[in-house]
């Protein structure tokens, strides 16, 4: 997706009562294309663009697809899914989980619930008819303290806990799709997975932002129970 970015240049006006930070952010906000994009298409926010561009690079969205998207609030990777699969309230194909509430999406289920409590792999599981799902992913980051390592380390063992939860819920051929963070201890996870799918790709989407060290892996083709 291409923008023209001349006209969105914005400055914020002098004299607001803005911290140095807020005021960086909301400049960016201001200026960001992806934003006033999201706006126009109805998305609840910009990183619904980063899956629908990995989507249309690696296309693990198929018409019936069973999808679990962890940690979904605002709940614009649903939207995506939602729409990209079929689902639809008579039959719905996505089920989204978070700690915080989560306002409807049409043809979703969503659950304010703990991904990391052992009842609720079962749960879904009987939520999607007694099938498994077909992709599970996830956009989570943990709240970060300004220490990089001490940051890396969280968000690490997040992602970690969620491929566990995702190899629990996984058809067999099932995409696994979730944010990392470089930092070093990455690559054991990546290992892991390499082991678990047939194929491991990263990937940058082009609507994440570029000063940011997030990328994204998409592990294809779950071996199941080898």
Do not use: A, C, V
């Given at each position: 997706?291409?923008?023209?970015?001349?006209?969105?240049?914005?400055?914020?006006?002098?004299?607001?009562?803005?911290?140095?930070?807020s005021a960086k952010w909301l400049q960016r906000q201001l200026n960001d294309p992806y934003v006033s994009e999201a706006k126009a298409q109805g998305f609840r926010g910009r990183a619904a663009f980063k899956i629908e561009q990995m989507n249309q690079q690696f296309h693990f969205f198929k018409k019936g697809s069973r999808v679990v998207d962890l940690g979904c609030a605002p709940g614009g990777w649903t939207q995506v899914a939602v729409k990209a699969v079929h689902s639809s309230p008579e039959n719905p194909l996505v089920i989204g989980l978070d700690l915080l509430p989560t306002d409807p999406v049409d043809g979703a289920i969503l659950l304010q619930r703990d991904f990391r409590e052992p009842a609720v792999a079962k749960e879904l599981i009987d939520l999607l008819g007694g099938q498994k799902a077909d992709v599970v992913m996830s956009d989570m980051a943990a709240n970060t303290t300004g220490n990089h390592m001490v940051d890396h380390l969280r968000i690490m063992g997040l992602v970690e806990t969620a491929y566990d939860f995702a190899i629990k819920v996984l058809n067999n051929g099932g995409t696994f799709v979730a944010k990392i963070f470089q930092g070093g201890t990455e690559k054991n996870l990546l290992n892991k997975m390499k082991s678990d799918f047939l194929t491991v790709k990263h990937v940058k989407p082009e609507a994440s932002r570029k000063d940011s060290s997030e990328f994204y892996v998409v592990a294809s083709g779950f071996k199941g129970d080898k």
């Open positions: 997706m291409q923008f023209n970015e001349r006209h969105l240049k914005t400055n914020l006006r002098r004299g607001g009562r803005w911290s140095k930070s």
